[in-house]
C-alpha cells in the first residue's frame, strides 16, 4: 500500500513538474513561432521589393544580392528565435560557425564559385544580356547567380557555367561595342584579274547598307595560297547586324564572281608521272 502510494505521489510530482514546464515554455515557444512565421513573411516581402527595385537600375547584380541579403536575414532569424526559446545564442553562433566551417571545406568548389560571382559582379566583364563566348560556348547571358552563370546559346541550349571558371579564365564579351568588324577570306585563282575581284567586292559592300562607310572598308591581297590568290575583305557593321552581313556577303559575292567570270578555285595539285628505264 506504502509503494502504491509512494507511486502516486511521484507520478503526481512529475505531472506538476510537467504542468508548470509547459506553462513556463509554451508560451515562448509560441511566441518563437509566431515570430518565426512572420519574420519569414517580412524577409519574404523585403527581398521581394528589393528583387523589383533592383530589376529595373541593375539587373546584373538583382539574383546575386537578393539571394545572399535573404540567405543572411533568415540565419539572423533563427539566431533570434533561438535565443526567444531558452537556448543560448553563444553556443548557437558556435555551432553554426563550426557547421559552417566543416561546410566549407566540403564545399570548396562552391565558394570557390561564390568568390568568382563577387568578383563578376564588382568588375562587371560582362552583364545579363550581353552576347558572351567562354568555356567553349557562345550565347546570350541570361542570369547570373551566387555560384552559376547562365547562357543561353542561339540554338536554343542553356548552358550553366562556374563562376569561378569565368572569372578565372579569358572571355570574349562581343556586345561591349556598338560597332564590329567583319573579316571575310575570298579565293580567286591566279589566271583572274585581281583588281576586278577587288573591285567586285568593294561594289557589293557599298550596295549594302549595313557596311559602315567609317571606318572604311580593306580589301587587299591576304596571301598566295597553293591553289588560290586570297583576297582579304574588311568591313564595319553595327554588332546585330554582323552575322546577317557575312553570310549575305558569302553568297553574293559568289554569284558575283560567277556573273563576272572570277574563278573561285578548289585545292588541287600538280603530278608528274616519271618513268623509270
Not at 533563427?78 to 531558452?86: D, F, H, T
Request: charge should be negative.
Amino acid at each position: 500500500m506504502e509503494e502504491l502510494f509512494s507511486d502516486s505521489g511521484k507520478a503526481s510530482e512529475l505531472l506538476e513538474q510537467g504542468i508548470a514546464m509547459v506553462m513556463a515554455y509554451a508560451p515562448k515557444v509560441l511566441l518563437a513561432i509566431i515570430t518565426l512565421i512572420i519574420g519569414l513573411w517580412v524577409i519574404n516581402r523585403f527581398v521581394t521589393i528589393l528583387d523589383n527595385k533592383l530589376g529595373k537600375k541593375d539587373p546584373t547584380l538583382n539574383k546575386f544580392l537578393c539571394a545572399l541579403i535573404g540567405a543572411i536575414l533568415k540565419i539572423l532569424l533563427l539566431i533570434s528565435v533561438a535565443s526567444m526559446v531558452g537556448i543560448a545564442t553563444t553556443s548557437f553562433v558556435a555551432i553554426i560557425g563550426a557547421a559552417g566551417l566543416a561546410v566549407g571545406l566540403a564545399l570548396q568548389g562552391s565558394l570557390a564559385n561564390f568568390a568568382g560571382g563577387v568578383l563578376i559582379l564588382i568588375f562587371k566583364p560582362f552583364k545579363v544580356g550581353d552576347v558572351i563566348e567562354a568555356q567553349g560556348f557562345m550565347g546570350s547571358v541570361r542570369e547570373i547567380s551566387i555560384l552559376y552563370t547562365i547562357v543561353d546559346t542561339f540554338d536554343n541550349r542553356r548552358i550553366v557555367i562556374p563562376n569561378g571558371d569565368l572569372s578565372n579564365s579569358s572571355l570574349t564579351n562581343m556586345s561591349v561595342y556598338e560597332t564590329r568588324r567583319c573579316d571575310m577570306t575570298f579565293g580567286i585563282g591566279y589566271d583572274d584579274d585581281i583588281d576586278k575581284a577587288k573591285a567586285i567586292c568593294k561594289r557589293l559592300i557599298e550596295e549594302d547598307e549595313r557596311a559602315l562607310k567609317d571606318p572604311e572598308p580593306l580589301i587587299v591581297v591576304g596571301g598566295l595560297g597553293d591553289s588560290s590568290v586570297d583576297l582579304k575583305v574588311r568591313a564595319w557593321t553595327n554588332s546585330a547586324d554582323l552575322w546577317p552581313f557575312y553570310w549575305d556577303m558569302q553568297e553574293r559575292v559568289k554569284k558575283a564572281f560567277d556573273a563576272e567570270g572570277i574563278s573561285i578555285p578548289f585545292p588541287q595539285r600538280d603530278v608528274h608521272m616519271i618513268k623509270a628505264d
